[in-house]
Antibody, heavy 116, light 106 residues
Framework: QVQLQESGPGLVKPSETLSLTCTVS????????WSWVRQPPGKGLEYIGN???????NYNPALRSRVAISLDRSRNQFSLKLSSLTAADTAVYYC??????????WGQGTLVTVSS | EVVLTQSPGTLSLSPGERATLSCRAS???????LAWYQQKFGQAPRLLIY???GRATGIPDRFSGSASGTDFTLTISRLEPEDFAVYYC???????FGQGTKVEIK
């Protein structure tokens, strides 16, 4: 059974770059799309972007100028970088596998707070 | 860009009652490529319905989805205590989500 686990710093300063990694276990990263979604405290879900196992990416237009998603097939991991952070980027960040049916499964999520 | 609007914002019901949640798309959704997710407090979302009406693996049959044009509906036939949660719809065109419907205990 495929499981995903996010990792990265829980606190980042304004104007800096957030870096998160999602480790995929119980299955291969090959053959699938892999996604990032975030959720500000008390608010709804926001799609950030996804990456195909061959490296092609798709980003939310609202975040495109600040986002980069990459993957490391040898480590079965994919990563998110979000630059020029502000308090509005404070959120729980989820990684998920994107299938034709939807996003399944999801990681448990990691809270990132942007504060000095 | 397809925008999804969910209604109502909050649904107050009792266990055993029927819940009907709506998701309206601003334009046609390709091949009914719409999913529903359930999110309980402090947990990650879980895929419930895909392709507007297909149940994901392990989802009880009290959950059902339907589509009519740009209107999509998630129905929970008889609410169980574990069904009180927030529900989101998502379309596969640009992968955006609706704003969510909270199903709370009345």
């Amino acid at each position: 059974q495929v499981q995903l686990q996010e990792s990265g710093p829980g606190l980042v300063k304004p104007s800096e770059t957030l870096s998160l990694t999602c480790t995929v276990s119980g299955g291969s990263i090959n053959g699938y799309y892999w996604s990032w979604v975030r959720q500000p405290p008390g608010k709804g879900l926001e799609y950030i972007g996804n990456i195909y196992y061959t490296g092609g990416t798709n980003y939310n237009p609202a975040l495109r100028s600040r986002v980069a998603i990459s993957l490391d097939r040898s480590r079965n991991q994919f990563s998110l970088k979000l630059s020029s952070l502000t308090a509005a980027d404070t959120a729980v960040y989820y990684c998920a596998r994107r299938e034709e049916r939807g996003f399944d499964p999801w990681g448990q999520g990691t809270l990132v707070t942007v504060s000095s | 860009e397809v925008v999804l609007t969910q209604s109502p914002g909050t649904l107050s019901l009792s266990p055993g009652e029927r819940a009907t949640l709506s998701c309206r798309a601003s334009q046609s959704v390709r091949s009914n490529y719409l999913a529903w997710y359930q999110q309980k407090f402090g947990q990650a979302p879980r895929l419930l319905i895909y392709g507007a009406s297909g149940r994901a693996t392990g989802i009880p049959d009290r959950f059902s989805g339907s589509a009519s044009g740009t209107d999509f509906t998630l129905t929970i036939s008889r609410l169980e205590p574990e069904d009180f949660a927030v529900y989101y719809c998502q379309q596969y065109d640009n992968w955006t989500f609706g704003q969510g419907t909270k199903v709370e205990i009345k």
